[in-house]
């Protein structure tokens, strides 16, 4: 692990955030940026804070001191892994209404959210006959890998699953009383916000992942390891596999979604210009501009 140069933080935490506080702090990272090479994506919210950066250790022990300081010493939820090489091209602070969007009012985790179950426990919960298990990512994300036997409620984004909530999951409980429900996602926000939306709805015996599929992945060893496939993250890797290196996916840079080396092999496939998934979504122009786009890149990449 020494030998890699960056550390890759993932982390989480729900809090009051005041605005004023929230600008003092995202200049102060601005600043640390500046000569430090510090990446990633953070987006801070009056709810708190959710994102990933990517540094080498010295300059993540200073932005995780920082943090600590505006969240009187609340839980970041800290997952981390390592990169020889960059995730993000540069720092991007989002200042958005919430730290991850669902877009229902009154909804705030450290109120009233379901019941933490941490990694150790988490295969006896899924196998269990009376548990439902709902992946609450996006479907591109699912299609990288899930757990087995988990609902798919096929969302292009989080603000979509509380329709899905309110006109789907009726369907698949046959006894409110009895019925586990158990929810995951990559580093445990959404279904520890999904939980929070099920309790409002009067949903009982509700659980997640704590976590996440990071967390579950560093801890499960490969031959009681649950999870198949590989998990998607928000970054340059596309996708993690079991041993939380880079995976076998990358993007299409036309659509933007996953796309495996088999999908690769494809005759639909022209890197930079489509792939299976968009093959109708573009115009004839829009990929002669992907294609002189992918040609600079090819170029770059020779010089």
Not at 98 to 107: A, H, L, N, P
Not at 284 to 302: C, P, V, W
Request: with cysteine.
């Amino acid at each position: 692990m020494n030998s890699k140069n960056y550390k890759i933080v993932s982390l989480y935490s729900f809090f009051p955030f005041q605005e004023n506080l929230i600008f003092d702090l995202k200049n102060k990272l601005l600043e640390i940026e500046n000569g430090n090479d510090l990446s990633g994506l953070l987006i801070f919210a009056s709810e708190g804070i959710n994102g990933t950066i990517c540094a080498e250790k010295n300059v993540i022990d200073i932005v995780i001191n920082l943090f600590d300081k505006y969240i009187d010493n609340r839980n970041l939820n800290i997952k981390v892994n390592f990169s020889k090489n960059k995730v993000f091209k540069k720092l991007k602070i989002k200042i958005k209404k919430e730290i991850v969007t669902m877009g229902v009012d009154e909804i705030y985790p450290p109120q009233d959210n379901g019941t933490y179950v941490d990694t150790a426990n988490w295969n006896k919960l899924i196998k269990n006959r009376n548990t439902l298990v709902i992946d609450t990512r996006n479907h591109y994300e699912v299609s990288v890998g899930t757990f087995k036997n988990s609902i798919n409620p096929n969302t292009r984004n989080f603000s979509e699953f509380p329709n899905w909530i309110d006109d789907h999951l009726g369907s698949h409980i046959e006894n409110k009383e009895s019925t586990n429900i158990a929810m995951f996602c990559t580093g445990g926000i959404r279904c520890e916000k999904a939980t929070s939306l099920l309790k409002k709805r009067g949903y009982k015996n509700i659980y997640h992942l704590k976590g996440g599929i990071l967390q579950y992945l560093d801890d499960i060893p490969k031959e009681e390891n649950l999870f198949e496939g590989e998990c998607y993250v928000f970054d340059k890797r596309v996708a993690l596999d079991h041993s939380l290196e880079k995976g076998s996916y990358s993007i299409c840079h036309a659509c933007g979604m996953p796309v495996s080396i088999q999908d690769q092999k494809r005759t639909e496939y022209r890197k930079g210009i489509q792939c299976h998934l968009c093959i109708d979504q573009f115009s004839d122009d829009d990929r002669k501009r992907f294609e002189e786009r992918q040609k600079q890149l090819d170029s770059l990449k020779k010089g």
